[in-house]
């Protein structure tokens, strides 16, 4: 009879950014089936919303997500002024775009660090978050914040992006298109990430069909899923951008490394059209808070917002029945649908490879801590140093 | 594609009303649908929806309507054609007595988290789920139905350690 030996990854560990759980049945170094644990960080913020007026609940939104946040309030503002009918200066749409494509190239950045780290490029991990420093500069530049940017209102923005930081944003946005190539390059045209990542984590188009993929995780497995593409929302609507997709699809860490890449020269292209086409006129729609409450108490009736997010489209759902709170208020993160791809992309592939392909769906989940490995009834406790160990020691291997 | 869409709403008889709404210069309008739907009829309609082309789940809402419990399925359809996608909101209620419904999993895996979910938080049933686990939650509180006694007292537990 075929022993296996069970291997659960987290809810604490340095592939993850937050607490979750993959349970891992092993052959050898062989994974035969996976499944994963989730809720080790439910906040219940759905339910504080539903004690909050919705001004307030913006920036519990903001909060849903240290990395995307604006990500949340585009889809939560987007969803309340669906439900009260809400016209959004154009000028808020186009700085709302900026704000959101900024945002992209961070959270790619820091995703591509945390990739090259666990593959055992720690060099090419700090050189990557050197380079994301310059984008996070803008973003305090305009905001007044690294995270948590405090942008969003309902109705439009709380901040406006005056001709005179213009340079600012287009000294970033050349300063990303050239060192692109340089990062394509570094990501891209390396033997050993290249051995490291082809053919490892596969997902295949029909399965990120099944399982309800999104963002670069569903494109890199060639779906054409991009709502920046396909539902006309903020600017996108006037922009009309091609969804990143690569040219022979593999569905493997490799091309999700490449989706992302590619999009951050997107986002520079977004961003400069933005900047050129930037229409005049308000930011906002009713910039009297206390007014703007008042009127939002008296909506009856639903909203749907979406936002295509660096990890792809998150969801809000809400609705309002004449109250100062809102009655329903749902919330999906990209993570939601993108977890249920791991068991596929897990399946009989290397626990050296496990940090990495767990990884490559840029889950929305923190880190830190141990694995404890379970060797028949033998319970082993494996500290998160050797499954790092493991991965570099598999990248040294390759290389040599 | 939504006038495909609109022909089979009216073809099978169902009750939905369309939103569309303007954004940027160009205001390019996005499109959104709302169907009620009877649950006995929801499986069938998923299944029908493959027509025009993988339909994707992005979530199902859900919220204690007091005598009832509303879900609503958030379909994208259309979404690979540029400025194409159509979200189809297909609205279900299930009566508090009597919380089952069909499970969609076997047509869209992808549905048994957020399946699973809804289990946890309003405590509907699915009829043919695979998994019954729970995904995010520890106990047996139901945190979305409003007069539920065990959130209350969750809630008054948490707040008193919290004051100590």
């Known amino acids: ?400 | 594609m939504i006038n495909e869409i609109v022909k089979f709403l009216d073809k099978e008889g169902f009750e939905y009303g369309i939103k569309k709404r303007p954004s940027g210069k160009k205001k390019r309008e996005h499109t959104q649908i709302w169907v009620n739907l009877d649950r006995s009829k929801l499986k069938d309609f998923v299944k029908s929806l493959f027509k025009f082309g993988f339909p994707h789940l992005s979530v199902i809402s859900g919220a204690d309507r007091g005598d009832h419990v509303e879900l609503i399925y958030h379909f994208a359809l259309n979404y690979d054609k540029k400025f194409g996608e159509i979200v189809l909101n297909v609205r279900v209620s299930l009566p508090k007595a009597d919380l089952e419904i069909d499970s969609i999993t076997d047509v869209i895996p992808g549905s048994i988290v957020t399946e699973r979910e809804k289990m946890e938080f309003l405590g509907v049933k699915f009829k043919g789920i695979t998994d019954e686990s729970h995904a995010f939650l520890v106990g047996e509180e139901k945190p979305w139905i409003k007069d539920d006694e065990r959130t209350k007292k969750l809630v008054r537990d948490t707040y008193k350690e919290g004051k100590k």
């Not at chain 1, 016209?87 to 900026?98: G, H, K, L, S």
């Not at chain 1, 969804?243 to 493997?252: L, S």
């Not at chain 1, 729609?285 to 979406?306: D, M, T, W």
């Open chain 1, 1 to 400: 009879m075929k022993k296996t030996v069970s291997v659960p990854i987290g809810p604490v560990h340095p592939a993850l950014k937050e607490p979750i759980r993959a349970n891992l049945e092993l052959d050898g170094e062989r994974v035969v089936s996976a499944s994963v644990e989730v809720g080790y960080v439910h906040r219940g913020i759905e339910w504080i919303g539903l004690r909050r007026n919705p001004i307030q609940s913006i920036y519990i939104a903001e909060r849903v997500c240290g990395i995307c946040s604006i990500s949340h309030p585009f889809a939560y503002t987007q969803a309340i002024e669906e439900a009260g009918d809400i016209e959004v200066p154009e000028r808020a749409d186009y700085i709302r775009t900026i704000i959101a494509e900024l945002e992209r190239i961070h959270s790619h950045a820091l995703w591509a660090g945390v990739a090259a780290h666990e593959i055992g490029f720690d060099t090419l991990m700090h050189y990557t978050w050197k380079v994301r420093e310059k984008v996070l500069d803008v973003l305090e530049y305009l905001t007044g914040n690294r995270v948590n940017y405090a942008m969003f209102q309902i109705g439009g923005v709380r901040r406006d992006i005056t001709k005179e930081q213009y340079p600012k944003i287009i000294e970033a946005v050349e300063y990303y298109r050239g060192l692109l190539s340089k990062i394509s390059d570094l990501f891209l045209n390396d033997v050993t990430i290249r051995k490291r990542t082809r053919n490892i984590g596969v997902l295949s188009k029909q399965k990120a069909l099944e399982l309800c993929a999104v963002g670069p995780t569903a494109r890199a497995s060639g779906v054409k899923k991009d709502i920046r593409y396909s539902y006309a929302y903020g600017a996108y609507g006037d922009i009309g951008i091609e969804p990143v997709i690569p040219d022979d699809p593999v569905g493997d860490v490799y091309d999700r490394i490449l989706v992302r890449v590619l999009e951050i020269g997107q986002s520079c292209d977004i961003i400069e059209h933005c900047l050129d086409a930037m229409p005049s006129g308000e930011i906002i729609a009713e910039p009297n808070v206390s007014k703007l409450l008042f009127s939002l108490r008296a909506i009856n009736g639903e909203g749907f917002g979406k936002h295509e997010a660096p990890r792809g489209e998150v969801v809000h759902y809400i609705r309002f029945e004449g109250k100062e709170s809102p009655t329903a208020w749902k919330i999906r993160a990209p993570t939601y649908n993108n977890i249920q791809t791991w068991p596929e992309m897990l399946m009989d592939e290397e626990l050296a490879d496990v940090p990495i392909i767990l990884a490559s769906i840029d889950p929305c989940i923190s880190c830190t801590d141990r694995i404890t490995v379970k060797r028949g009834s033998n319970v082993e406790e494996l500290t998160s140093d050797y499954l790092h160990k493991l991965s570099v020691e598999k990248t040294r291997r390759l290389k040599a």
